[in-house]
Structures are given as C-alpha cells and as structure tokens.
C-alpha cells in the first residue's frame, strides 16, 4: 500500500537529490554531447572564491539572510498582533480573520504584479500618489523596485503581506488552547495587560512560536517566485539587489546551462535549510519536554 | 499529538453575556484597530479590482483608477481576444490547465499519501522501519533544493502536463500529516474490525479514512493552496502556451511589450477568483487545516 508513495518519493526527491550532488561535481549542460566530465568539489570553490561568480552568489546569500532577518521577527510580530486582535469572539470577527487570511490564496507571482504596479515609479503608482498627497508634494517619486535602497524592502513588504495570514491563523490556534484560568488568575492578582502578555500569553505559547519563526527563516531561504516575476516580467526590479540564492540556481541552470553549478547551488542551499531544520526541532523539542 | 479542535473556554467564564452599553463602548478601540488593518489588508486587492476596472490610461496614473464614473469591463472583453489564439494560448487553456494539475495533484495526493500513511501505521511490512526515517528525512527536502536536478533529469518531458501533475503526488509532508492522524486512531477499533473478518483494505478505505475526515482536508487545503500558486517548476519546464498554467501566464502577460495593465490585472481577477470562491465555501476548513499543519509538523 506505501509503495506508490514510496516509489513517487523516490523518482521525484530521492533520486533528483542524489543526483544534485552528483552533478555539482560534475561538469554537465543540457545537450552537450561530451560525457559529464568529473571535477571535484571546482563548482563549489568557484562559487565561494572565484571573484566572477562568488560574488553574486554571496550577494544573493547576503539578501536571503537580510529578507530572513527582517522577515522572521517582523511578520512574526504582525502574525501575532493580528491572532490577538481576532482572538476574542466578539461581533463580526470571523470576517475579519478571513480578511486577513485572504492574501495567503493569492498566488505569489500575482501578488508580485499587483505591487509592482502599487509601487510603480514616480507619480504612476498608488503609494507614490499617496505619499506625495499627504506630504503635499513633498515626496512621492521613489523608485521603489528600482532604487538598490528599497528594492529587498519592497519585496519584503509584499512578501509579508502575503504570507502573514498563514501564521496568524497558526498562532491563533495556539492562542486559543492557553488555559482561561491562566488568565483569569492573572486578573485576579490585578496583572496590567502587558502584564498578562509577558507572563501569560507568551510562555504559553512558545512551541508554537518559535516553530512559525523557524518555518518563516526555510521560508526566507526558498524565496524565488516574486524576485523573479519582479526581475524578468517588465517588473524593473533593481536585479543586483534582490537576487536570491535560488534566483542564482534558476538563472545558472536556465539562462546559462550550467548544470553542475546550479547543482552546487542547491546543495549549499539544502545544507543551509537542514541545519536550520536540525535548529527548529531542537529548540521546538526542548520545549514539549 | 491529537489535539482535537481547540475550543475556546474563554465565552464560559465570569461575564455578564447581555451586552450593555459600557461593553460596546469598551469594544470601540478594537473595532477600530481591526478596521483599520483591514483596510491596509485589502487596499491591494481593491487596487487589483479597480486596475481591472479602469481604462488602460488609469492604471498607472495614481488615484485614477478608483474613478469609478470611467470603470467598466472592457479589460476583461480584452484580455478573453488578447488571449485567443494559439500563439498566445487560449483564455480557457490556462484555467484548464491549472485546474486538470490541482485537481489531479490533489485527488491522486490523497489516495496515495493516505495509503501510505496508513502502511506506516498500521501493517507490519518489511523495510517499516526504514521507510519511515526515509520519509521523516525527505520531509526537510524542500522541493527547490531538487529543482534544477529534477529539470536535467526530466527534460525530454518538457511541455508536457504529466510533468507538471506526476512529481508532486507523493508527498512526505502529506505523508507525515496523514500518518500523525491515523496513530491517533486507536488501535482497537481496527481489532474490533479485523474480529468481524475486514482485511486491511477494508479497515482502511470503510473504517479508518472516513474517520480522518480533518487530515483529508488539511492535506486537500495545503496541497491545493501550493499547487495553484505553483511557479518555480513550470518556469522551468513549460514554454508551450498551450500548457502554461495560470501563475506562469500572468508573469508572461505582465512582460510584454507594451504592457496592457488594465488586462494583465483582470487577468489576475479571474486567477484569484476560483480560489476566493472555493476559501469562502470551505473557509473553516482552510484555517483549521493551517493550524493543525503546525500542530502536526
């Protein structure tokens, strides 16, 4: 009964994954008609070292890890805020917790579109308009996608309000199986609000949270559809200062037939998401015992 | 590990359930805060809708588009002739696309993963064991680590549907979900099943999946969700614009020259709009499928 699964798994993650470590020591392009000729570990040193290609690879490893670094708290902090606010079943909430949701079944790349066109530059986009209507003019002609400043910001924001709805209806769960006692302790010894956040709310639901903040880092590592759709389809996104790791893989596999480094690539991208995997079971396992 | 829907205990404690003026006067605050945040949640969406609506010298021209008097639907009458002919590809083929991939991703997912969750945890089988830390493993494999290998390995494939349906069937996560639920399930019901003579296949498709209703939605939700949105691999393998599916289109549509954005934005209603629609019908399922992701991963 397991061996469907079982035999897709393999096909399709198994033998590909082996096959990845393989070719990234491997010189191999699509229809060359030269046998792959064995390198060693060349794709990788190159990568890291050689100053033509290590760069934008250390470049896009550097945006993943600034994307992570402000994604992880900031959407966190903003799933957790919206799971409060909708928390308490008071009138009408449920819409509002759909509303919030909604942006999570908006595939990325259409979201990627509909903000490239919000953020367009100088005084077509709708953030522009806004801006300089309430600073009476005095701002409002940024450049957003194309200006090396703003571009990773402005991935970063339509990243989150993509995907903040996901962990706020994960916390949300978790929030509601603290125990009322809990609280209405809490009130009885006259604990502020604040009070009952820190000392309540928090510890009871740590698992909960640093498992979203780990997912939300692997998140931040596989980041590929928007930077694409942004840099390739009429986007005008500044390429030099968003490109991601998997960006690198895709571009070296698909516009350059560099197999064995796109390879590499992704095997230098997969031992980053295992140690940070090996990370998020430890800290979420420690916690339940 | 089976939690099951966490009811919230909060309604039955010390308050009065009548609600007097103070409690509503009290509640005007958080009635503003999540007004407003849902304003700034959906001004996207109302900008898309609005794109959609306005002529194509509105789109980007700021406010313009939210010019009500000048909407109307000539966007999508466009986008259905821009997209009409096999070069372009069809208006219809991308919907068809999309849905033949989901749908069969989803419903071939359940069968396949449920099955062998359900090997997993029930049937003694050689190699059990080891399947099981083979499974556990693949699940940290996300499928962009294997992409590139994948596009080598299966290039005579390219432009095929099969290629965009068979690779995401067998699913570890699926798998994992499937598998939490059913250990769960206790283990007499099955001997109570096997004493009145079921075999395996009977305690699994009579018994235990109807049992697992929640774990089939989940599964359904987070496979569906993932594979409308797919983007990665069919940038990779499909260039046929008879076999683009929806995401891949609308990033193809946005790139051309000159960009018709007032189309490219009703195109994205249409994208979005079976989605919205199935969320709303199943919306209770969507977020306790979420949630109960997190619980099981």
Redesign the interface.
Known sequence: ??S??????A???????V??IW?SLHN?R?GDPRAPSFMGITQYVRILTDPDVSRQFIDALLHNLIFAAVVVPVQTALALS?AL??????P??GI???????????????????????L?RG????L???LS?FSGGAFGSQDWLGSELTALASVIVLSI?QGCG?QM??L???L??V??EL??AAELDRASAWQRFVHVTVPGIKP?LV??AL?TM?LSL?V??QI??LA????GLNEGATRTV?YE??TA??DENN?GR??A???V??VI??IL?VIQRRATSEKES | MTQTQAQTPTRVATKPRKISRRTLASRVPHYVALLVTGVLFLAPVAYMIAASLAPASDTLAGFAVFDVTQWGFHNYSGVASSLSTDSTGHLWRFFAVSFTVTVAVVGLGLIVNSMAAYALSRLTWRGRGQALFVILLLLIVPFEAVAVPMFYLYNDARNTLWIQIVPFIGNALSIFIFYSFFNGIPRSIDEAARMDGANPWGIFWRIIAPMSKPAYASVAILTFLTQWGSFLWPVLMISDPNLRPLPLQISVFAGQLPPAWGQVMAFGVLLVLPVIVVFLIFQRWFIEGVASSAVKG
């Open positions: 009964m397991a469907p699964a079982l035999l897709l798994l096909l399709f993650v198994a033998v590909p994954f096959a990845a070719f191999v699509l919206l606010l909708v928390k308490k079943s008071i009408g909430v509002f917790r759909s509303l919030y949701f909604l942006p999570v079944v908006f595939p990325i790349a259409l979201v990627a579109i509909i903000w490239r066109l919000i367009a005084d077509q986009g709708l522009n308009s806004a209507f309000w996901f209806v994960i949300l769960a978790a509601q199986q125990p009322a609280y209405e909960t498992f979203v997912y692997i596989r590929f559809d694409y759709v390739k389809s009429g986007g998997m893989a895709v596999a698909f197999i796109a390879s690539i992704s095997v991208f997969f998401v295992v995997s």
